[in-house]
């Protein structure tokens, strides 16, 4: 028993399987869509953006937006809907190359489109997801904020303060007027004559006869004075000479006095 519920599990899950490759193979995108598998929400669509580089670089490159931005605003602000009216609008396909196209199209009425909500702008071919402009009606993008590293100040050294010099005030000194010279008086001088003073005459030499006899009684002067240097008696028979120191003395004195006496009177 438990063995045939086994193979009809097997039986349901190889079924279901199959019904799903097929499905998928009947299921195929059109040439040229920015989409790989149908999106039947904006949900959808969003989450495909998400999940999918391949997609997520179209989208961005086409709208010049960051793939999560486009994604954040596929799944807030678009919706699928159906064209209340026809109109040409310029599509926008995926080339063999991978470059980006666009052709003009006439779209009939009802043809299934994500369009912005609030302004009811077609954007997207619901079908294949190939863009409709190239502006996204309503997009705001984020503010962006630089965040500026905080910069340490610099730390400067503590410098001594600087004592204020004492404010010398300068005042110019007045002196005062020199003095004014008193006027000059004029003098009357007079002509006068000096009188003739008569010049001094030449000193009168005396002259030296009487001086020559004086000079001449010096020698008997002092032999008289040696004669009573001896003694006042006088002998018979006088003892040979002896001189006495006073009498040398004396002698020596005269010898000398003449002989400055002589030489100026030879200097005369």
Request: net charge positive; aromatic share 6%; with cysteine.
């Given at each position: 028993?438990?063995?045939?519920?086994?193979?009809?599990?097997?039986?349901?899950?190889?079924?279901?399987?199959?019904?799903?490759?097929?499905?998928?193979?009947?299921?195929?995108?059109?040439?040229?869509?920015?989409?790989?598998?149908?999106?039947?929400?904006?949900?959808?669509?969003?989450?495909?953006?998400?999940?999918?580089?391949?997609?997520?670089?179209?989208?961005?490159?086409?709208?010049?937006?960051?793939?999560?931005?486009?994604?954040?605003?596929?799944?807030?602000?678009?919706?699928?809907r159906r064209l209340p009216r026809g109109g040409v609008f310029r599509v926008f396909f995926i080339r063999a190359d991978g470059s980006?196209?666009?052709?003009?199209?006439?779209?009939?009425?009802?043809?299934?489109?994500?369009?912005?909500?609030?302004?009811?702008?077609?954007?997207?071919?619901?079908?294949?997801?190939?863009?409709?402009?190239?502006?996204?009606?309503?997009?705001?993008?984020?503010?962006?904020?630089?965040?500026?590293?905080?910069?340490?100040?610099?730390?400067?050294?503590?410098?001594?303060?600087?004592?204020?010099?004492?404010?010398?005030?300068?005042?110019?000194?007045?002196?005062?007027?020199?003095?004014?010279?008193?006027?000059?008086?004029?003098?009357?001088?007079?002509?006068?004559?000096?009188?003739?003073?008569?010049?001094?005459?030449?000193?009168?030499?005396?002259?030296?006869?009487?001086?020559?006899?004086?000079?001449?009684?010096?020698?008997?002067?002092?032999?008289?004075?040696?004669?009573?240097?001896?003694?006042?008696?006088?002998?018979?028979?006088?003892?040979?000479?002896?001189?006495?120191?006073?009498?040398?003395?004396?002698?020596?004195?005269?010898?000398?006095?003449?002989a400055v006496v002589n030489r100026r009177h030879r200097e005369h």
């Amino acid at each position: 028993m438990g063995r045939w519920i086994t193979i009809l599990l097997w039986l349901i899950w190889l079924t279901a399987t199959l019904l799903a490759s097929s499905e998928a193979q009947a299921v195929r995108m059109p040439r040229g869509s920015f989409l790989i598998q149908p999106a039947s929400s904006a949900a959808q669509l969003a989450k495909q953006v998400r999940t999918n580089p391949v997609v997520a670089r179209r989208y961005a490159r086409h709208f010049q937006v960051p793939a999560p931005e486009f994604a954040h605003y596929a799944q807030h602000q678009l919706g699928l809907r159906r064209l209340p009216r026809g109109g040409v609008f310029r599509v926008f396909f995926i080339r063999a190359d991978g470059s980006i196209g666009s052709r003009v199209r006439y779209l009939p009425r009802g043809t299934l489109v994500f369009l912005h909500v609030r302004s009811g702008r077609p954007v997207l071919l619901g079908t294949c997801g190939n863009p409709l402009t190239s502006a996204l009606p309503g997009y705001v993008p984020p503010r962006r904020v630089t965040i500026v590293p905080p910069v340490s100040p610099s730390v400067t050294p503590p410098r001594e303060p600087s004592l204020p010099e004492p404010a010398v005030q300068t005042s110019l000194l007045e002196l005062p007027d020199p003095p004014q010279p008193p006027p000059l008086e004029s003098f009357d001088l007079s002509v006068w004559q000096a009188e003739s003073l008569a010049a001094p005459g030449e000193p009168v030499l005396e002259p030296l006869t009487a001086r020559r006899k004086a000079f001449r009684l010096l020698p008997l002067l002092l032999v008289a004075g040696l004669g009573f240097s001896q003694g006042g008696e006088a002998s018979v028979n006088p003892p040979a000479p002896v001189p006495e120191p006073a009498s040398v003395m004396t002698l020596l004195a005269g010898m000398a006095l003449l002989a400055v006496v002589n030489r100026r009177h030879r200097e005369h």
